[in-house]
C-alpha cells in the first residue's frame, strides 16, 4: 500500500548571463532594493500613527495599497519601467511578510524576528518571478536557455531535470558573490511507500565534532573540517581586507575573494551533509537522533566555532525530509545520560566529558564512549516507537516521517500522526 502526498521542492541551477544581462540583473536588484526600502519606510511611518491608537481601530497598509502605488510610481521613475512588473510586485510581497511577522510578535510579545530592516548596497540579492501564466509565460526553459521576461534567453545549466508531474511556483534569480543561480520551485504530488519498520535495520547516531557521527552499529561519519582545511586562506584573506578603506574600490574586490572562500567551504559541507544524508536513508529504515538545543550549545565559546562548523541543524532537516520522501522515519530523543548510561546493562556510570571510553563495573563492558551513547539513542528511540505503535493498537499507516515533539513532565516522547508497523 502507498499515499499519495504534495511535496515542495526547489531546485537550483547555474546560470551565465552574457555581460549585458549580468547588468541587467544588477540594476534589477538595485532597482528592488531601494523598492523595497521605500515600502519598508512607508510602512514605519504608517505604523508610527496607527500605534497610539487602539487595537481594535488600528488599520495598517496592506499589501494590496502599496501594490496599486507601482502605477504611479513609474511615472517619476524610468528604472521602475524597465523592471518586470511581477517582479516590482514580488518586492511588496517580501515588505507585507515581513511586516506581519512584525506586527504579530508585538501582540504576541514575542521577539523572533525583529524590527524590519533597510537593505543596503549589495544586501539585497535576489528578484523573484512568480508563477507563469497560461498564456503570456513570465518564465520557461527552452532547451538549455531560460528565458525570463523583459530579459531574454540566459543560459542554463540543467544538471537535473524537472519532473513532468511538477506545477512550477516560482523563479527567482539570486547573485552569489560573483555567481548567478536560478532558485525553480514546484510542488509534485509523490507516492509515498509503506514501510514496515524492521528493527535490524534501524540506526542511533551520536553526533560529535571530532568525529561527525558515531553508529550504533559501529560505523564512523569522519569530519572533514572544510572551515579548519581554509582557515590559514581565510586569516590571510580577512587580514588583507581589514587593510583597505572600508567602501573603496579595493576593499570590494578583496571582499569578492573573501566571500569566495566562504562560499566554497559552503558548498563542500552542503555535498557533503548531501551525500551522508542520502546514504542514510538507503541504508535504514529508522533513524534517531539527539534532541540537540543548538543555541544553547554554541554560548560555549570554546565550542561555538566547532559546533556551527558540522552544521547539525542542517543534518537533521535534510535527514528530515528525506525520510519523509520515501516513506522512512526519523524520531529525535531525549539526550540526558545518553553518554553516563551502559548500553548493556542499564548501570550509571559517571565520567567527565574527556574520558573517551566506556568501561562499565557491573557488566565488565568495555567500548567507545560515542558508540555506548549511539546503542543508548537507538534503544530509546525502539522504546517510544513500540510505545506508539501499543497506544494506538488496530491503527495502521505510512511511516512518513513527521515527528511533533511533545513534553510529558521531565520526560520527552515522541508522537506521530502516522504508526509503522514493525517488521
Known amino acids: 500500500m502507498s499515499d499519495k502526498k504534495i511535496i515542495y521542492r526547489t531546485y537550483k541551477y547555474r546560470l551565465y548571463p552574457t555581460k549585458k544581462q549580468e547588468a541587467v540583473f544588477n540594476e534589477w536588484l538595485e532597482t528592488c532594493r531601494r523598492l523595497y526600502n521605500y515600502f519598508v519606510q512607508q510602512r514605519f511611518e504608517h505604523w508610527e500613527i496607527e500605534k497610539h491608537l487602539p487595537k481594535e481601530y488600528r488599520v495598517y497598509k496592506s499589501y494590496f495599497d502599496q501594490c496599486k502605488q507601482l502605477p504611479e510610481l513609474k511615472k517619476d521613475n524610468h528604472y521602475l519601467k524597465r523592471a518586470y512588473a511581477a517582479v516590482l510586485v514580488n518586492v511588496a510581497k517580501r515588505v507585507d511578510k515581513t511586516f506581519s511577522d512584525f506586527i504579530r510578535e508585538i501582540s504576541e510579545g514575542n521577539s523572533k524576528y525583529g524590527k524590519p530592516k533597510f537593505k543596503y548596497r549589495f544586501y539585497y540579492n535576489s528578484f523573484t518571478y512568480p508563477q507563469p501564466g497560461i498564456k503570456n509565460q513570465k518564465f520557461r526553459i527552452e532547451g538549455n536557455r531560460l528565458y525570463l521576461g523583459k530579459i531574454g534567453h540566459v543560459k542554463i545549466i540543467l544538471d537535473r531535470k524537472l519532473p513532468q508531474e511538477a506545477v512550477i511556483k516560482n523563479c527567482s534569480i539570486k547573485r552569489e558573490v560573483n555567481h548567478w543561480y536560478a532558485h525553480i520551485s514546484f510542488k509534485q504530488i509523490a507516492t509515498i511507500p509503506e514501510l514496515q519498520v524492521n528493527e535490524n535495520k534501524a540506526v542511533g547516531i551520536d ?23 581554509m582557515e590559514k586562506k581565510l586569516v590571510r584573506e580577512q587580514r588583507n581586507l581589514s587593510r583597505k578603506k572600508k567602501g573603496s574600490k579595493n576593499w570590494r574586490k578583496q571582499l569578492i575573494k573573501l566571500s569566495k572562500i566562504y562560499r566554497k567551504v559552503r558548498f563542500q559541507r552542503n555535498d557533503f551533509l548531501h551525500k551522508e544524508t542520502t546514504k542514510l536513508t538507503n541504508d535504514y529504515d529508522l533513524v534517531v537522533l539527539e534532541d540537540l538545543q543548538i543555541n544553547n550549545l554554541v554560548r560555549n565559546n570554546r565550542l561555538a566555532k566547532n559546533i556551527s562548523e558540522v552544521s547539525w541543524g542542517f543534518f537533521q532537516k535534510f535527514l528530515s525530509y528525506k525520510v519523509n520522501e520515501k516513506g522512512k522515519k526519523l524520531l529525535v530523543v531525549n539526550p540526558r545520560n545518553t553518554s553516563q548510561i551502559c548500553s548493556n546493562c542499564g548501570e550509571m556510570v559517571r565520567k567527565s566529558l574527556k574520558v573517551r571510553i566506556h568501561e562499565c563495573p557491573n557488566c565488565n563492558i568495555v567500548l567507545d564512549r560515542d558508540l555506548n551513547a549511539a546503542k543508548n539513542i537507538l534503544q530509546r528511540g525502539l522504546e517510544e516507537l513500540r510505545s506508539s505503535i501499543d497506544n494506538t493498537v488496530g491503527l495502521t499507516g505510512s511511516a512518513c516521517g513527521e515527528v511533533s515533539k511533545e513534553t510529558q513532565g521531565s520526560k520527552k516522547f515522541v508522537k506521530t500522526t502516522n504508526k509503522p508497523k514493525l517488521g
Not at 212 to 223: A, H, M, R, T, W
Request: aromatic share 8%; hydrophobic share 35%.
Open 207 to 229: 553526533l560529535g565534532i571530532k568525529t561527525y557521527g558515531v553508529l550504533s552499529d559501529g560505523e564512523e561519519i569522519k569530519n572533514p573540517k572544510w572551515l579548519q582545511v
